[in-house]
């Protein structure tokens, strides 16, 4: 059976930054904020443990961010 390919998506990042918290006192936690904007989708940032950050990792979380926005539907409202 051949393998399903997976459709390809052309990604900008328009930035990366590392923000650091402190969920407890003395403990500093580095978080790599991305934010990207995909073909039809408005920018949006995904957030990723400085620990787990790597090429392949980032790509694997844009990919998941955009397939979980796409399968949402917008709805109206008359006001």
Not at 26 to 54: D, H, M, N, R
């Amino acid at each position: 059976m051949p393998e399903e390919k997976k459709e390809e998506y052309e990604v900008e990042i328009l930035s990366e930054d590392t923000i650091i918290t402190y969920p407890k006192l003395g403990q500093p936690v580095e978080t790599v904020a991305v934010t990207y904007v995909a073909a039809g989708l408005p920018p949006a940032t995904i957030f990723i443990p400085k620990e787990e950050y790597s090429e392949e990792e980032l790509k694997k979380r844009i990919r998941e961010d955009i397939e979980r926005r796409l399968k949402r539907r917008a709805r109206t409202l008359k006001v």
